[in-house]
């Protein structure tokens, strides 16, 4: 269910969120747009900041990727590291199976440490839950890291 006329993503978006995934088909990005607004929705953020956090977070680099419920956004930083985001509606087990799925292409690439920004207990008791082991940030810019 894409929201209408109330600020946030929406079905305008499509292309903008198309891109953001690898240009992924119009379905995959209506879906994505579904999740980012139940996300926001969840966490109190009104949907024109949601909005505004997205564009801001894909016209800095960030992609998109999906499993489930749950969506990841990450950026390069170096070949070896990239910082990463997840925004999820998932169930904790459904949420952690999905955080798996999603990290494994980023290792396979040779992304060895990945970074966070803001500090989200449910994302880091997930890490920990999958055997990532987080710790303050040897990065200034950012809060938390993890060795994959």
């Known amino acids: 269910m894409i929201s209408q006329g ?5 079905a305008g978006d499509v292309n903008f969120v198309r ?3 690898g240009n992924a088909s119009r379905q995959e990005a209506l879906r994505t747009i579904d999740i980012l607004n139940a996300y926001f929705d ?3 953020i009104p949907p024109d900041q949601g909005e505004k956090l997205i564009q801001a977070a894909v016209n800095g680099g960030s992609k998109f990727d999906q499993d489930g419920n749950t969506v990841m956004a990450f950026k390069p930083l170096s070949p070896n590291a990239a ?4 925004f999820s509606v998932d169930r904790p087990k459904a949420f952690a199976q999905s955080m ?4 494994a292409p980023l290792k396979q690439s040779g992304v060895q440490v990945v ?8 994302i880091v008791k997930t890490m920990q839950a999958i055997g990532l082991q987080t710790q303050q940030s040897d990065r200034p810019d950012y809060k938390i890291m993890a060795a994959l």
């Open 19 to 21: 891109q953001a995934l």
């Open 42 to 44: 969840s966490a109190n």
């Open 83 to 86: 910082q990463i985001y997840f």
């Open 100 to 103: 798996v799925k999603l990290i």
């Open 6 to 10: 109330l600020g946030g993503l929406d």
């Open 115 to 122: 970074y966070m920004n803001k500090v989200d207990p449910t």
